[in-house]
């Protein structure tokens, strides 16, 4: 057999896996966007039919812009009938707890927004509950916590024990401040006050609008107490007792949501990431064969007489 007839033959049989690489490629990206749109790991965007949308928050709450643009789509799909948000969390950043705050804000002035809140569902947790229509907790949920904290620590009698002296060239006298250096100046302790109060002002004028109260009621609240679900019931930070059943319910009753509808859970960061690995392996993979493929052609056409 000539080598010109070899070299025909192995071009064929490398077309032919290649053309395998590029299926398996194609099958994983496919597969990736399928989880993507359909699955419970997946962004609330089912293939077809009604739906609703679930955002769990858990953890510490903290800027996410993936997850703030999950929600806009969220608002502008008109197959999404209802968003449930389910709350486990301590808290986080005010900034974040803010961003989050906004982003259900934009969702409710389109659907149906509910919250139910777990275990936990204090401080900038409870703050992101407030866009919802109504809020549901357990009786035995910690909640409230209305409040803004700032902690700092000073080791400047221990460096001193030590023989340590530390520095400090700053472009103003409150550059430093808070320091683990030095004790806090007067000046920098009430522009820190300052800060918090700032903060806490915001946090208070969410409340009142969110719930619908006085900023006079809610100041009396909000010294940072934390509330089981049942007081918080009382001091109307909440509207219900119950979890997603009973919001299920409570939005075939008031908003006309049928409970039948699947819910579809907003993929989370660790998913996001997951899913976004798969599509670009497969696209590695499938560029890496096309390379491979090139220079082995390359290679075999030089061997040509």
Known sequence: MSLETDLLIDRRRLKRGLAVWRLVALVAIFAAAGLWAASEAGPARPLFGSYVARLSVEGVITEDRDRDEALAQVARDDRAKALLVFVDSPGGTVAGGEALYRALS????????????GGTAASAGYMVALPAERIFAREATVTGSIGVILQTAEFSGLLERLGVRSE????????????PFRPLSEEGRAALEAVVH?????????????????????????DGRVLTGR????????????????????????????VALPVRELAGPVERRLLSRIVREAGKALWNEQLSLDLRMLLWQGRAP
């Open 106 to 117: 934009r969702v409710a002035e389109r659907k149906p927004v509910v919250a139910v809140m």
């Open 168 to 179: 400090a060239i700053t472009s103003g006298r409150l550059k430093d401040q808070p320091s």
């Open 198 to 222: 700032d903060l806490h002002a915001q946090f208070v004028a969410m409340v009142a609008k969110g719930r619908r109260l006085d900023e006079d009621v809610v100041r009396a609240l909000a």
């Open 231 to 258: 007081q918080a019931l009382a001091a109307r930070l909440i509207d219900a007792i119950g979890g997603e059943a009973e919001a299920r319910a409570w939005l075939a009753a008031e908003k006309g949501v049928d």
